[in-house]
Protein backbone atom coordinates (compact mmCIF):
# COMPACT_ATOMS: atom_id res chain seq x y z
CA UNK A 1 0.00 0.00 0.00
CA UNK A 2 1.38 3.22 -0.90
CA UNK A 3 2.13 5.24 1.96
CA UNK A 4 2.85 9.29 2.82
CA UNK A 5 3.34 9.68 6.21
CA UNK A 6 3.04 12.81 8.00
CA UNK A 7 4.68 13.40 11.40
CA UNK A 8 1.80 14.79 13.22
CA UNK A 9 -1.61 15.21 12.81
CA UNK A 10 -1.95 18.22 15.20
CA UNK A 11 0.27 20.70 16.30
CA UNK A 12 0.39 24.06 18.68
CA UNK A 13 3.30 26.51 18.64
CA UNK A 14 3.60 30.01 19.46
CA UNK A 15 4.08 32.45 17.65
CA UNK A 16 7.82 33.36 17.19
CA UNK A 17 8.79 29.52 17.16
CA UNK A 18 10.58 27.84 14.16
CA UNK A 19 8.26 25.07 13.38
CA UNK A 20 9.19 21.49 11.26
CA UNK A 21 6.76 19.88 9.54
CA UNK A 22 7.69 16.37 8.64
CA UNK A 23 7.13 14.28 5.77
CA UNK A 24 8.08 10.57 4.47
CA UNK A 25 7.08 9.05 1.42
CA UNK A 26 7.73 5.02 0.56
CA UNK A 27 6.90 4.82 -2.79
CA UNK A 28 10.22 6.16 -4.40
CA UNK A 29 8.36 8.80 -5.80
CA UNK A 30 10.61 11.85 -7.63
CA UNK A 31 8.44 14.76 -6.40
CA UNK A 32 7.30 15.96 -3.65
CA UNK A 33 4.77 18.82 -1.98
CA UNK A 34 3.41 20.43 0.66
CA UNK A 35 0.24 22.63 0.30
CA UNK A 36 -2.01 24.88 2.48
CA UNK A 37 -5.50 24.03 2.92
CA UNK A 38 -7.99 26.76 4.43
CA UNK A 39 -11.91 26.82 3.99
CA UNK A 40 -12.88 28.45 0.75
CA UNK A 41 -9.23 28.56 -0.76
CA UNK A 42 -8.76 25.02 -1.83
CA UNK A 43 -5.36 23.66 -1.90
CA UNK A 44 -2.68 26.25 -2.58
CA UNK A 45 1.05 25.02 -2.93
CA UNK A 46 3.88 26.06 -1.11
CA UNK A 47 6.64 24.23 -2.46
CA UNK A 48 7.01 21.40 -4.73
CA UNK A 49 10.74 19.31 -5.19
CA UNK A 50 11.04 16.99 -8.19
CA UNK A 51 14.35 15.69 -6.95
CA UNK A 52 16.74 15.51 -3.88
CA UNK A 53 18.41 19.11 -2.90
CA UNK A 54 16.07 20.29 -5.85
CA UNK A 55 12.79 22.68 -5.10
CA UNK A 56 10.62 24.98 -6.65
CA UNK A 57 8.49 27.80 -5.04
CA UNK A 58 4.50 27.69 -5.46
CA UNK A 59 1.89 30.21 -5.47
CA UNK A 60 2.43 30.88 -1.73
CA UNK A 61 5.96 30.33 -0.48
CA UNK A 62 6.00 33.72 1.72
CA UNK A 63 7.80 32.46 5.10
CA UNK A 64 8.09 29.26 4.33
CA UNK A 65 11.39 27.15 3.44
CA UNK A 66 11.92 23.65 2.70
CA UNK A 67 14.76 20.69 2.74
CA UNK A 68 15.07 17.76 0.70
CA UNK A 69 18.49 15.73 1.95
CA UNK A 70 16.93 12.53 1.07
CA UNK A 71 14.47 11.39 -1.41
CA UNK A 72 11.54 10.03 0.85
CA UNK A 73 11.58 13.12 3.01
CA UNK A 74 10.65 16.75 2.54
CA UNK A 75 10.53 19.27 5.02
CA UNK A 76 8.45 21.97 5.76
CA UNK A 77 9.93 24.63 8.07
CA UNK A 78 8.28 27.96 8.95
CA UNK A 79 10.95 30.38 10.02
CA UNK A 80 9.02 32.49 12.22
CA UNK A 81 5.28 31.39 12.78
CA UNK A 82 3.06 33.98 12.79
CA UNK A 83 -0.86 33.47 13.42
CA UNK A 84 -1.96 33.66 9.72
CA UNK A 85 0.06 30.22 9.42
CA UNK A 86 -2.23 28.43 11.33
CA UNK A 87 -3.95 26.36 9.15
CA UNK A 88 -4.08 22.35 7.72
CA UNK A 89 -1.07 21.45 5.97
CA UNK A 90 -0.74 18.51 3.53
CA UNK A 91 2.23 16.94 1.94
CA UNK A 92 2.07 14.85 -1.10
CA UNK A 93 4.12 13.10 -3.95
CA UNK A 94 3.89 12.00 -7.25
CA UNK A 95 5.94 9.66 -10.08
CA UNK A 96 6.89 12.00 -13.13
CA UNK A 97 4.89 9.37 -15.61
CA UNK A 98 1.26 9.72 -17.72
CA UNK A 99 -1.47 10.17 -15.82
CA UNK A 100 0.74 10.44 -12.80
CA UNK A 101 -1.37 10.32 -8.70
CA UNK A 102 -0.55 13.02 -6.59
CA UNK A 103 -0.76 10.88 -3.18
CA UNK A 104 -1.70 12.95 0.01
CA UNK A 105 -0.94 12.22 3.34
CA UNK A 106 -3.33 12.55 6.20
CA UNK A 107 -2.37 16.52 7.38
CA UNK A 108 -0.87 18.14 9.84
CA UNK A 109 -3.21 20.63 11.99
CA UNK A 110 -1.23 23.55 12.86
CA UNK A 111 -2.87 26.40 15.01
CA UNK A 112 0.12 29.27 16.30
CA UNK A 113 -1.24 31.43 19.33
CA UNK B 1 -4.00 34.34 -8.24
CA UNK B 2 -5.77 30.91 -8.49
CA UNK B 3 -4.81 28.65 -11.77
CA UNK B 4 -7.78 26.94 -11.70
CA UNK B 5 -11.15 28.33 -10.59
CA UNK B 6 -13.92 26.01 -9.17
CA UNK B 7 -17.42 26.32 -8.51
CA UNK B 8 -20.28 26.03 -6.52
CA UNK B 9 -18.10 26.18 -3.38
CA UNK B 10 -20.71 23.80 -1.56
CA UNK B 11 -23.77 22.06 -3.12
CA UNK B 12 -26.54 20.18 -1.61
CA UNK B 13 -28.40 17.28 -3.81
CA UNK B 14 -31.13 14.78 -3.37
CA UNK B 15 -29.89 11.38 -3.17
CA UNK B 16 -30.39 9.88 -6.63
CA UNK B 17 -30.04 12.83 -8.23
CA UNK B 18 -27.15 14.38 -10.37
CA UNK B 19 -24.38 16.25 -8.94
CA UNK B 20 -22.05 19.03 -11.27
CA UNK B 21 -19.45 20.49 -10.69
CA UNK B 22 -17.64 22.90 -12.63
CA UNK B 23 -14.07 24.16 -13.05
CA UNK B 24 -11.90 26.32 -15.20
CA UNK B 25 -8.56 27.19 -15.98
CA UNK B 26 -6.35 29.92 -17.98
CA UNK B 27 -2.72 28.53 -18.85
CA UNK B 28 -2.97 26.49 -21.77
CA UNK B 29 -0.10 24.44 -20.67
CA UNK B 30 -1.92 22.14 -18.40
CA UNK B 31 -2.05 18.56 -19.97
CA UNK B 32 -3.83 16.97 -16.82
CA UNK B 33 -6.95 17.17 -15.31
CA UNK B 34 -7.68 15.14 -11.90
CA UNK B 35 -10.56 15.51 -9.80
CA UNK B 36 -9.88 14.44 -5.99
CA UNK B 37 -12.13 13.73 -3.47
CA UNK B 38 -11.98 14.30 0.08
CA UNK B 39 -13.41 12.89 3.33
CA UNK B 40 -13.04 14.76 6.54
CA UNK B 41 -9.58 13.99 8.53
CA UNK B 42 -8.61 12.50 5.66
CA UNK B 43 -6.20 13.80 3.18
CA UNK B 44 -7.70 14.23 -0.91
CA UNK B 45 -7.33 11.08 -2.87
CA UNK B 46 -7.59 10.69 -6.68
CA UNK B 47 -11.28 9.99 -8.26
CA UNK B 48 -11.01 10.53 -11.76
CA UNK B 49 -9.00 11.99 -14.04
CA UNK B 50 -8.73 13.33 -18.05
CA UNK B 51 -6.20 14.24 -20.56
CA UNK B 52 -7.43 17.52 -22.85
CA UNK B 53 -7.17 14.85 -26.34
CA UNK B 54 -10.65 13.46 -24.90
CA UNK B 55 -13.94 15.04 -24.19
CA UNK B 56 -15.51 12.89 -22.05
CA UNK B 57 -14.46 9.96 -19.43
CA UNK B 58 -16.64 7.76 -17.50
CA UNK B 59 -15.99 5.83 -14.68
CA UNK B 60 -18.79 4.27 -12.80
CA UNK B 61 -21.11 6.91 -11.96
CA UNK B 62 -18.49 9.56 -12.27
CA UNK B 63 -18.32 11.25 -15.19
CA UNK B 64 -15.51 14.44 -16.75
CA UNK B 65 -16.45 16.33 -18.95
CA UNK B 66 -13.72 18.19 -20.81
CA UNK B 67 -13.82 21.69 -23.29
CA UNK B 68 -10.79 22.19 -24.44
CA UNK B 69 -11.61 25.53 -26.45
CA UNK B 70 -13.78 26.88 -23.44
CA UNK B 71 -10.92 25.95 -21.08
CA UNK B 72 -13.31 24.20 -18.47
CA UNK B 73 -14.06 20.88 -16.99
CA UNK B 74 -16.71 19.42 -14.84
CA UNK B 75 -17.76 16.67 -12.64
CA UNK B 76 -20.79 14.76 -12.95
CA UNK B 77 -22.07 12.53 -10.09
CA UNK B 78 -24.94 10.48 -10.95
CA UNK B 79 -27.51 9.02 -8.82
CA UNK B 80 -25.73 10.55 -6.03
CA UNK B 81 -25.46 8.31 -2.93
CA UNK B 82 -24.94 9.77 0.58
CA UNK B 83 -21.83 8.03 0.84
CA UNK B 84 -20.96 10.34 -2.14
CA UNK B 85 -20.56 13.59 0.67
CA UNK B 86 -17.02 14.84 0.67
CA UNK B 87 -15.20 17.46 -0.68
CA UNK B 88 -14.65 17.68 -3.88
CA UNK B 89 -11.31 19.53 -5.70
CA UNK B 90 -10.53 19.85 -9.59
CA UNK B 91 -6.42 20.27 -10.73
CA UNK B 92 -4.85 20.68 -13.33
CA UNK B 93 -1.25 19.93 -14.01
CA UNK B 94 1.61 20.22 -16.75
CA UNK B 95 4.42 17.59 -17.33
CA UNK B 96 3.10 15.49 -14.65
CA UNK B 97 4.43 17.39 -11.91
CA UNK B 98 3.05 20.27 -10.57
CA UNK B 99 -0.61 19.81 -9.44
CA UNK B 100 -3.00 23.23 -8.89
CA UNK B 101 -6.25 22.90 -7.05
CA UNK B 102 -9.55 24.61 -7.28
CA UNK B 103 -10.85 26.05 -4.31
CA UNK B 104 -12.96 23.20 -3.30
CA UNK B 105 -16.50 22.19 -3.61
CA UNK B 106 -18.59 20.59 -0.06
CA UNK B 107 -21.06 18.56 -1.48
CA UNK B 108 -23.99 16.94 0.80
CA UNK B 109 -25.87 14.48 -0.09
CA UNK B 110 -29.34 14.34 1.46
CA UNK B 111 -30.86 10.76 1.98
Known amino acids: DVKVTQSSRYLVKRTGEKVFLECVQD?????MFWYRQDPGLGLRLIYF???????EKGDIPEGYSVSREKKERFSLILESASTNQTSMYLC????????????FGQGTRLTVV | QQQVKQSPQSLIVQKGGISIINCAYE??????FPWYQQFPGKGPALLIA?????SEKKEGRFTISFNKSAKQFSLHIMDSQPGDSATYFC??????????FGSGTKLNVKP
Open chain 1, 92 to 103: ASSLVQVNTEAF
Open chain 1, 27 to 31: MDHEN
Open chain 1, 49 to 55: SYDVKMK
Open chain 2, 27 to 32: NTAFDY
Open chain 2, 50 to 54: IRPDV
Open chain 2, 91 to 100: AAAYNFNKFY
